[in-house]
């Protein structure tokens, strides 16, 4: 995919599909990636944890963690630390990953703590979907953010309520996955096409002989090891050479960052776009009234407010045909548009027909 970032509206790659492996382009059924969850608790905060009186299910979590420990506390209304913090941990096991090895794992507040900087993770279990327990996690956390504040001023850098423990959790038992049955394996296409489809059968047929792969459908083939060693079979499916199909033309908008990305298909027809713009600006004063002498009045406050409101003057631009995709960024470009504002104008675009391309909002 090549891409266009529209804030500088940079390109970087060429229009053609570039050749990659069939590995690349399908995962193989009945070996998914396995995704664990757990809740547990996070200590050590250097007093950015949890507020215990506004998140009880934290103060309720430290007792039965001491109650399992045999320490029991008659009178609780006391214990307000502020170093513990209540989380969510996450993690994702590859496919054949067996009983013994390490994994990483994300670390989430789940509670009004402020930082996990500086905390160390309790033995948390982790379950599946099924909710049996395939690992444990514990250990110091990593986090990339921090925050701080005094005398009501406040600074924030990153994400600091969540951290990552590379490594950090063991798998316990092993997730069972098979690639093969009675010989046969099925190949899932990552992004279903019939093209791309058939054209994996064709290369595999071709490598090994007709009848050994089936496009099924516009996601999935079917190979069949017949007789093969079923490892080095499809070690050697996963690597065989390919040149997908271009891809459909697409154009990707992330509209709470402003981002928007364009494959190597999008293409631009001749059209006229007229781009303006109108900022509205509020002002408050905060005054104060005061009483004339040796009257009864009192003093108040009065908010005296200024609203102003500016139209820019409208830019009719002609966008000329563009058939490569440097020249639909070149042309984008002398809009001379803000990110937020390309976004409706490539929208317009859209429904008048003048941009070819699925939009797509994430």
Same mark, same amino acid.
């Given at each position: 995919?090549?891409?266009?970032?529209?804030?500088?509206?940079?390109?970087?790659?060429?229009?053609?599909?570039?050749?990659?492996?069939?590995?690349?382009?399908?995962?193989?059924?009945?070996?998914?990636?396995?995704?664990?969850?757990?809740?547990?608790?996070v200590v050590g905060l250097p007093?950015?944890?949890?507020?215990?009186?506004q998140v009880p299910y934290t103060?309720?979590?430290?007792?039965?963690?001491?109650?399992?420990?045999?320490?029991?506390?008659?009178?609780?209304?006391?214990?307000?630390?502020?170093?513990?913090?209540?989380?969510?941990?996450?993690?994702?096991?590859?496919?054949?990953?067996?009983?013994?090895?390490?994994?990483?794992?994300?670390?989430?507040?789940?509670?009004?703590?402020?930082?996990?900087?500086?905390?160390?993770?309790?033995?948390?279990?982790?379950?599946?979907?099924?909710?049996?327990?395939?690992?444990?996690?514990?250990?110091?956390?990593?986090?990339?953010?921090?925050?701080?504040?005094?005398?009501?001023?406040?600074?924030?850098?990153?994400?600091?309520?969540?951290?990552?423990?590379?490594?950090?959790?063991?798998?316990?038992?092993?997730?069972?996955?098979?690639?093969?049955?009675?010989?046969?394996?099925?190949?899932?296409?990552?992004?279903?096409?019939?093209?791309?489809a058939q054209q994996i059968c064709?290369?595999?047929?071709?490598?090994?002989?007709?009848?050994?792969?089936?496009?099924?459908?516009?996601?999935?083939?079917?190979?069949?090891?017949?007789?093969?060693?079923?490892?080095?079979?499809?070690?050697?499916?996963?690597?065989?050479?390919?040149?997908?199909?271009?891809?459909?033309?697409?154009?990707?908008?992330?509209?709470?960052?402003?981002?928007?990305?364009?494959?190597?298909?999008?293409?631009?027809?001749?059209?006229?776009?007229?781009?303006?713009?109108?900022?509205?600006?509020?002002?408050?004063?905060?005054?104060?009234?005061?009483?004339?002498?040796?009257?009864?009045?009192?003093?108040?406050?009065?908010?005296?407010?200024?609203?102003?409101? /500016?139209?820019?003057?409208?830019?009719?631009?002609?966008?000329?045909?563009?058939?490569?995709?440097?020249?639909?960024?070149?042309?984008?470009?002398?809009?001379?548009?803000?990110?937020?504002?390309?976004?409706?104008?490539?929208?317009?675009? /859209?429904?008048?027909?003048?941009?070819?391309?699925?939009? /797509?909002?994430?």
């Amino acid at each position: 995919m090549t891409v266009c970032a529209f804030f500088t509206l940079g390109i970087s790659g060429t229009a053609r599909a570039d050749r990659t492996t069939i590995g690349q382009l399908v995962s193989v059924a009945g070996a998914p990636t396995n995704q664990l969850y757990g809740y547990g608790l996070v200590v050590g905060l250097p007093g950015t944890g949890d507020q215990t009186t506004q998140v009880p299910y934290t103060q309720q979590s430290i007792l039965n963690m001491l109650r399992n420990m045999g320490i029991s506390l008659p009178n609780v209304s006391t214990m307000q630390p502020n170093d513990v913090a209540s989380v969510m941990v996450t993690a994702e096991v590859p496919a054949f990953a067996h009983a013994g090895q390490h994994v990483d794992v994300t670390v989430s507040a789940v509670g009004n703590a402020t930082a996990l900087t500086g905390g160390v993770l309790l033995p948390t279990p982790l379950r599946g979907g099924n909710g049996i327990v395939y690992a444990q996690a514990q250990g110091p956390l990593l986090v990339s953010g921090f925050a701080a504040s005094a005398g009501g001023t406040s600074s924030t850098v990153n994400v600091p309520t969540v951290g990552s423990l590379p490594g950090g959790a063991i798998l316990a038992n092993t997730i069972p996955a098979s690639y093969t049955v009675n010989g046969s394996s099925a190949l899932l296409l990552n992004q279903p096409s019939y093209e791309t489809a058939q054209q994996i059968c064709d290369v595999i047929n071709e490598a090994y002989g007709g009848g050994v792969a089936n496009a099924v459908s516009p996601g999935e083939v079917d190979v069949n090891a017949q007789g093969r060693d079923p490892m080095r079979f499809m070690s050697n499916i996963l690597a065989l050479a390919i040149t997908p199909k271009g891809q459909a033309p697409t154009i990707i908008v992330d509209a709470q960052s402003g981002t928007i990305v364009m494959n190597a298909g999008v293409t631009l027809g001749p059209a006229v776009v007229s781009h303006g713009d109108l900022t509205v600006n509020i002002q408050t004063q905060n005054a104060v009234s005061q009483p004339g002498p040796f009257s009864n009045g009192t003093t108040v406050g009065v908010q005296n407010t200024l609203v102003s409101a /500016k139209q820019g003057k409208a830019q009719v631009i002609d966008l000329p045909r563009a058939a490569t995709l440097q020249d639909v960024a070149a042309a984008l470009n002398a809009v001379g548009a803000t990110p937020q504002d390309l976004i409706a104008i490539i929208e317009a675009l /859209k429904q008048a027909g003048a941009i070819n391309g699925t939009i /797509k909002v994430i």
